[in-house]
């Protein structure tokens, strides 16, 4: 008889945003990795240079942040995968089907897989990873809205697990690629949240060995390795011995441990040093930007100004996006005009919504009552100055993003807005969203296909996680958009969904409710000895499970 086991968790439990971890939340992206100069070598240590905010726990359902899947996708792996062009295709999963009324899916899994810890990788495990991220004591964010429609997890055998939701769900596949729902060990999840943060036992290439707090992690080789996605056919692998996974949040002593040859791949590649890169021979980039949403600027329409359309179309046609883009990003991005990655085939761009008019911003502040200024040329309305809080994540914004949001600054002033710019910790940075204390926010959020769009607009959204975060922060709260996303996450027709989407994308860019920017950077810079390194066609994450070191 199979055994059942509730994944559904009782009761709600919201923590504090100081806490939260979420930095993100995609469709396939990925990178084309450099072709390999010979045979892959066996052996060595790579290091690796992070200018992420150090995650504060390694298991990536715990919050579910960007810089714990970089790192996690190194020891974590999921159910499914996809390939270069987006299709889903095997993991730890072998096949699956869905039934009829797309209500229940049944997995059928490798039997050949064990845990680093010894633990065998079957039904039940998949049971428990889910429960896992379900659990309100787990504060997760982005695996916690991904899986929010399984209701029951049913171990049919060993190897078959049938998950049954509580309504159809067509980005159930796409979720579960996910590293932010990756699997393991049910062992070492039954350990506190303290030692399985400090240390998450997966399938993975590579584990993690130790971790010195503000330095680096060290993730030694899988000797027992059996698993890689369908989309691998490399054999022996892992190749190399250990990874030093650093972190270095200066982008310039980042580059220059790069150049010097003391780390050989680094992340958060800035514009200017990308550039430079192009011209030495020693330096390989890999772009991958990242798919499900672009970088965008939420209007936060939940209270005053922007709940007036009026004010928020002023302050989208005051400022000019596009020469900030040009002139601090040497080419390395392209400004976006929709709210999805330009990776994302579903992808909606409406460039003619977001053509600079001054005037016609003027027309419309003065239509919404924003008609007097004062002495330092803000427009005042019942003696209150046009005043906008723009809290951004130094943590989450580089530089050349920072200098951007001055620029808009500077153009929304001439305007006639007073915007606010302030900078903040990860930390105090939640805490600002938690009390809804802002008007303009800038917030990646990767989540694999269009379904994104439900997870940050979808009225549902701006009620908060257990972690505390809510990802709805434009709190676009219309019933239009709200009927669009939740047929388009009910029906697996491909025609029907690319129309509701379209819709739903439309409503929300007419509305201006975002400010869309560019795609969600991912630019990586290595070592040319670096071979065989690629993206994730997932979340565009890099995996050295393939990667060697030549001499």
Same mark, same amino acid.
């Given at each position: 008889m199979p055994s059942r086991r509730s994944s559904r968790p009782r009761a709600a439990v919201v923590v504090t945003a100081a806490v939260a971890l979420l930095l993100a939340a995609c469709s396939p992206g990925g990178g084309t990795p450099s072709e390999p100069t010979g045979e892959p070598v066996a052996g060595g240590t790579l290091t690796y240079a992070s200018g992420d905010a150090?995650?504060?726990?390694?298991?990536?359902?715990?919050? *579910?942040?960007?810089? #714990?899947a970089l790192i996690a996708t190194q020891y974590l792996e999921s159910l499914v995968s996809l390939d270069d062009d987006g299709e889903v295709i095997p993991w730890l999963a072998t096949e699956w089907t869905e039934s009829d009324d797309g209500l229940t899916w049944e997995f059928s899994l490798r039997d050949d897989v064990t845990f680093t810890d010894g633990t065998p990788f079957d039904a039940e495990a998949v049971a428990a990873n889910i429960a896992h991220v379900?659990?309100?004591?787990?504060?997760?964010?982005? *695996?916690? &809205?991904?899986?929010?429609?399984? =209701?029951?997890?049913?171990?049919?055998?060993?190897?078959?697990?049938?998950?049954? &939701? %509580?309504?159809?769900?067509?980005? +159930?596949?796409?979720?579960?690629? /996910?590293?932010?729902?990756?699997?393991e060990s049910p062992k070492a999840l039954e350990r506190s949240q303290e030692d399985n943060c400090a240390a998450p036992v997966g399938t993975g290439p590579f584990v993690v060995d130790d971790w010195e707090r503000q330095e680096s992690v060290t993730l030694v080789r899988n000797d027992d390795y059996t698993s890689p996605p369908a989309d691998v056919e490399g054999t022996g692998l892992p190749?190399?011995?250990?990874?030093?996974?650093?972190?270095?949040?200066?982008s310039a002593s980042r580059y220059a441990a790069l150049q010097s040859g003391e780390v050989q791949v680094i992340d958060n590649a800035q514009p200017d040093t990308i550039q430079s890169a192009e011209s030495d021979d020693a330096i390989e980039e890999l772009n991958a930007p990242r798919p499900g949403a672009a970088n965008r600027i939420e209007l936060n329409s939940g209270k005053a100004p922007f709940d007036d359309e009026h004010v928020r179309e002023a302050f989208v046609r005051s400022v000019n996006v596009d020469d900030g883009i040009q002139s601090l990003f040497f080419g390395t991005a392209e400004r976006s005009y929709s709210p999805l990655s330009s990776v994302e085939p579903l992808s909606l761009s409406e460039p003619d919504l977001f053509t600079v008019d001054t005037d016609a911003a003027a027309g419309l502040l003065d239509e919404a009552g924003w008609s007097e200024r004062d002495d330092e040329g803000y427009r005042v309305k019942d003696g209150k100055r046009l005043t906008l809080d723009f809290p951004v994540s130094t943590? /989450?914004?580089?530089?050349? =993003? #920072?200098?951007?949001?001055? #620029?808009? #600054?500077?153009?929304?002033?001439?305007? *006639?807005? =007073?915007?606010?710019?302030?900078?903040?910790?990860?930390? %105090?940075?939640?805490?600002?969203?938690?009390?809804?204390d802002y008007n303009l926010v800038s917030a990646p959020y990767t989540k694999v296909g269009p379904d994104v769009l439900r997870?940050?607009?979808?009225?549902?959204?701006?009620?908060?996680?257990?972690? *505390?975060?809510?990802?709805? +922060?434009?709190?676009?709260?219309?019933?239009?958009?709200?009927?669009l996303l939740t047929r388009a996450s009910a029906t697996s027709n491909t025609d029907d969904r690319e129309s509701l989407y379209e819709q739903a994308q439309r409503i929300i860019l007419e509305g201006y409710y975002i400010l869309p920017l560019y795609d969600q950077q991912n630019h990586f810079l290595h070592s040319s000895t670096v071979q065989g390194l690629r993206a994730m066609?997932?979340?565009?994450?890099?995996?050295?499970?393939?990667?060697? &070191?030549? %001499?």
């Open positions: 150090e995650p504060s726990c390694l298991d990536p359902h715990v919050g *579910g942040n960007y810089p #714990q379900q659990d309100p004591a787990t504060a997760s964010s982005t *695996g916690y &809205l991904a899986l929010a429609k399984i =209701e029951d997890v049913v171990a049919v055998d060993d190897h078959t697990v049938r998950l049954e &939701l %509580s309504a159809p769900d067509s980005a +159930l596949l796409e979720s579960l690629s /996910q590293v932010w729902v990756a699997m190749y190399l011995d250990t990874i030093v996974w650093r972190f270095i949040p200066d943590n /989450q914004s580089i530089p050349a =993003e #920072q200098s951007l949001f001055e #620029q808009i #600054q500077a153009d929304a002033k001439t305007a *006639g807005f =007073e915007v606010k710019l302030h900078p903040l910790d990860l930390s %105090s940075w939640y805490g600002a969203l938690a009390e809804n997870i940050l607009y979808h009225s549902d959204s701006i009620t908060p996680a257990p972690s *505390g975060y809510f990802a709805n +922060l434009a709190q676009v709260a219309d019933p239009a958009v709200d009927d066609p997932t979340v565009s994450t890099p995996t050295f499970a393939e990667a060697w &070191l030549a %001499s």
